[in-house]
């Protein structure tokens, strides 16, 4: 196999050691032929090249590996490589959410192979793992914990006690959050490996806008002293519930039980859960990021490729099932500032809950109510949003 | 795919409701032409027959399901599938342990597949994710939580704060254990499902001798109250490490902090674990018995070789490692009783430890030791079975 590899960053370099150090006899076949930096000044090995069309006007080049993130120039390549006959892998879970369907639509035209484990989960074979279970059962629960970044914010602050601030410096310090943490704070990042995941089950191309999104910008000491005294651990969790031709999902702070594997997730591990009537739940733990691991899910789709893994059915798009906002529901804690009581507590008015001690701010714990409800109500009060806190409990 | 079925038990009869019910339009091709059963009496449905030749002799049916249990005649059945050109499945852990390299080699020979996904972890797809691993990286490290009936009584004993004694007696009527309770609590079921994972891992035939193994017969109250004292828990737990061409295996108690996923894991459920060199550690946990997750398993099996599985490497016995016995150590936990105290601490003259506080029972703590040391010291005590219990901590 011959391969161009589009970016020659953390995992792109990753890849291009386990293949040139032969780490395993499986590979020896494997070549990367060439990769593309952005500039000249980044040609610092004989195979890079700055030109793109080295890559895809070398004939020889049979399979690109894309490893550049982001929408923009990844979309037009992995296109223009699809169009080129080209096998494409990618790790890139921005193009691969909004692009799924079109990417494999484009590639099963083309008679050339789509892949992305390392999308979802980086070194868990998650994609494959849930197209497996396919086979047999459909999948009606999707479930993770996808996140290095906000796993070492919550970890932080659950065993010293500091502040969201302090734990986000320290994530940017140890390379973990970027110097912009939207994408992952508000879980935006999660969102992309929730659509793509979801996109597979219901085969149809999920839309972000279909999701409900909240992350964990506005929690507080005090909050994590409260799961604390239930002896709960906090994650930003993602779910898609499937059933009767609609599905749901949600990404929220979410509690867990101790001795339940999501509360033990920490620093770049993630967890990917699944649930099939045959099957029952199974969860998958590896590292979700990292060079090695992310390289290693990229090779194991080169392998498949190479070797011809023909017991996957095809992803075949064109599902109907249609997505419902109020399938889901749960029991929620609420923290907000005294200076806001009066109209984040009208805007739940009507609503079954208990009021719940916490330190310095006022909360309660509603009955169960659908999540997409319990987020208009919060919106209807119109307070800020640091001055609310939510998680499902 | 005709398929003929030797035992319609549990785990077969799970086989025949996927298959038969259609659960799924992958095995709409399948059919279960007959199934086995021992007796005229249990011929309860059309496709049973308690003649084995009606299947062995049927050329029709290209693949076996082997869901019987035990050595014979499931070993001569299997054997004589190879032979007969037939494909073969089974969930058998007994038969598969003693026997894989013997029916690998025969299987390859024939020109047909066999395969066990069902023998390990149940409906864990641990076999295929190890033998995936290994594509890559060398596997350096392997570990499981395998066994229901220990998981329950563990659990109940931390709960509860009961006796082993009655804990049995609840698993026993709950049907996790068995009448003669031997091979859950002692170790041997582990230690089958370890010599398969370790035998695939080390391309070689490991043998039930070279792995140490001891269970929780001994296990009282006391230590429980004590491992809760430490906020870790108890779970029997098979290992094994593979270095520099030597590998070294044991199944013992041990003790988990509460945020790792094995010391949650209860009832029926199994975690197995993997380490390698570029993807680190993955853990799968999933349902390991039970009619229906068994079943998946197997039908998993089939829709591999129905769909041609060619990116998985062939299994090649004819490694060289060599067992190691004393790579593994760790601290160790001993409890045992006033009577014997004199033989048993004579035993670990010399041996840096630490007396720690157990009710009604004397106990101290390891620095680290050889596991086969540590045992080796227990047995020249020549202390009674029920008079100490150890536990890695």
Redesign the interface.
């Not at 395993?24 to 700055?50: A, H, Q, R, W």
């Given at each position: 196999m011959k391969i161009g590899l589009l970016g020659c960053g953390v995992v792109g370099s990753?890849v291009y050691e386990?293949i040139s150090q032969n780490?395993?006899p499986?590979?020896e076949d494997f070549e990367v032929v060439k990769g593309l930096v952005k500039t000249p000044e980044e040609k610092i090995l004989p195979y890079m090249t700055n030109d793109a069309s080295e890559i895809f006007d070398n004939p020889e080049i049979d399979t690109i590996v894309e490893a550049m993130g982001g929408i923009h120039p990844a979309y037009e390549f992995i296109t223009r490589a699809l169009n080129a006959g080209k096998n494409v892998v990618t790790a890139n879970k921005a193009v691969v959410a909004k692009h799924l369907n079109e990417f494999t639509t484009l590639a099963e035209v083309k008679g050339v192979k789509f892949m992305y484990e390392a999308s979802v989960g980086g070194?868990?074979?998650w994609i494959k793992?849930l197209r497996?279970a396919m086979?047999?059962?459909e999948v009606t629960h999707i479930g993770g914990v996808f996140n290095g970044t906000t796993n070492l914010i919550l970890s932080e602050m659950e065993e010293k006690g500091l502040s969201f601030d302090e734990c986000l410096k320290t994530a940017q310090k140890m390379g973990y959050a970027e110097a912009d943490p939207t994408a992952d704070i508000d879980g935006i990042d999660v969102r992309n490996k929730l659509i793509i995941s979801t996109s597979i089950a219901v085969k149809k191309q999920v839309q972000a806008e279909e999701i409900m999104t909240y992350g964990i910008r506005a929690i507080a000491p005090c909050d994590l002293k409260y799961f604390k005294s239930l002896n709960k651990?906090v994650r930003l969790y993602a779910e898609a519930v499937i059933e009767d031709g609609k599905y749901c999902c949600r990404i929220e702070p979410c509690l867990f039980d101790?001795?339940?594997?999501e509360?033990?997730i920490?620093l770049n591990y993630n967890i990917c859960s699944l649930y099939?009537?045959?099957?029952?739940?199974?969860?998958?733990?590896?590292?979700g990021a990292?060079k090695?691991?992310t390289?290693?899910a990229i090779?194991?789709d080169l392998?498949?490729i190479?070797?011809?893994?023909?017991?996957?059915?095809k992803l075949c798009f064109g599902g109907d099932a249609q997505c419902g906002m109020s399938m889901l529901e749960g029991c929620y804690y609420v923290r907000y500032s005294a200076d806001v009581a009066d109209k984040l507590e009208a805007a739940f008015d009507g609503v079954e809950k208990t009021a719940v001690e916490v330190e310095g701010a006022k909360a309660f714990v509603t009955a169960s109510i659908p999540t997409i409800s319990l987020h208009d109500r919060i919106e209807s009060a119109g307070v800020g949003v640091m001055d609310v806190f939510v998680t499902r409990i």
């Amino acid at each position: 196999m011959k391969i161009g590899l589009l970016g020659c960053g953390v995992v792109g370099s990753g890849v291009y050691e386990i293949i040139s150090q032969n780490m395993s006899p499986m590979v020896e076949d494997f070549e990367v032929v060439k990769g593309l930096v952005k500039t000249p000044e980044e040609k610092i090995l004989p195979y890079m090249t700055n030109d793109a069309s080295e890559i895809f006007d070398n004939p020889e080049i049979d399979t690109i590996v894309e490893a550049m993130g982001g929408i923009h120039p990844a979309y037009e390549f992995i296109t223009r490589a699809l169009n080129a006959g080209k096998n494409v892998v990618t790790a890139n879970k921005a193009v691969v959410a909004k692009h799924l369907n079109e990417f494999t639509t484009l590639a099963e035209v083309k008679g050339v192979k789509f892949m992305y484990e390392a999308s979802v989960g980086g070194g868990v074979p998650w994609i494959k793992s849930l197209r497996q279970a396919m086979r047999i059962d459909e999948v009606t629960h999707i479930g993770g914990v996808f996140n290095g970044t906000t796993n070492l914010i919550l970890s932080e602050m659950e065993e010293k006690g500091l502040s969201f601030d302090e734990c986000l410096k320290t994530a940017q310090k140890m390379g973990y959050a970027e110097a912009d943490p939207t994408a992952d704070i508000d879980g935006i990042d999660v969102r992309n490996k929730l659509i793509i995941s979801t996109s597979i089950a219901v085969k149809k191309q999920v839309q972000a806008e279909e999701i409900m999104t909240y992350g964990i910008r506005a929690i507080a000491p005090c909050d994590l002293k409260y799961f604390k005294s239930l002896n709960k651990h906090v994650r930003l969790y993602a779910e898609a519930v499937i059933e009767d031709g609609k599905y749901c999902c949600r990404i929220e702070p979410c509690l867990f039980d101790v001795d339940q594997p999501e509360a033990g997730i920490k620093l770049n591990y993630n967890i990917c859960s699944l649930y099939g009537k045959t099957i029952g739940t199974l969860k998958y733990i590896g590292q979700g990021a990292g060079k090695l691991p992310t390289a290693n899910a990229i090779v194991q789709d080169l392998l498949d490729i190479d070797g011809g893994n023909t017991a996957l059915p095809k992803l075949c798009f064109g599902g109907d099932a249609q997505c419902g906002m109020s399938m889901l529901e749960g029991c929620y804690y609420v923290r907000y500032s005294a200076d806001v009581a009066d109209k984040l507590e009208a805007a739940f008015d009507g609503v079954e809950k208990t009021a719940v001690e916490v330190e310095g701010a006022k909360a309660f714990v509603t009955a169960s109510i659908p999540t997409i409800s319990l987020h208009d109500r919060i919106e209807s009060a119109g307070v800020g949003v640091m001055d609310v806190f939510v998680t499902r409990i």
